[in-house]
């Protein structure tokens, strides 16, 4: 089923599709194998140690960027300000009052 259309230029277009569209035959099936005792890979990660590096500076050098909405100092610096400080008191918890808890 072929519509075609005219544009507003009096230009023929291309005819339109049918939003029908056919499905695949029954007869392509796609087979599994499952192979009995055989683990599975260790390495299936492709370990690069590159890449928890750059994770970690991507991270903390934008942190590290002092902004106004934090009165001039970075998140990183307020972070381990606060953490030293709640280390300082270490069995007691944080307290209410603490911008991080």
Known sequence: ?????KSGLGLQTRPLRSAVRS?????RKLSVTVRAG???????????????VL??????IP?????????GESL???FT???????????VG???DDPFW
């Open 76 to 78: 990183f610096g307020l």
């Open 1 to 5: 089923m072929a519509l075609s259309m």
């Open 81 to 91: 300000k606060s953490i030293s400080e709640e280390l300082a008191h270490f069995p």
């Open 55 to 60: 994770g970690f500076l991507g991270w903390t």
């Open 63 to 71: 942190s590290t960027i002092p902004v106004s909405a934090f009165g």
């Open 23 to 27: 499905v695949a035959p029954a007869s």
């Open 38 to 52: 055989q683990g599975y890979p260790n390495d299936w990660i492709k370990r690069d140690p590159l890449v928890p």
């Open 94 to 96: 944080p307290s209410i």
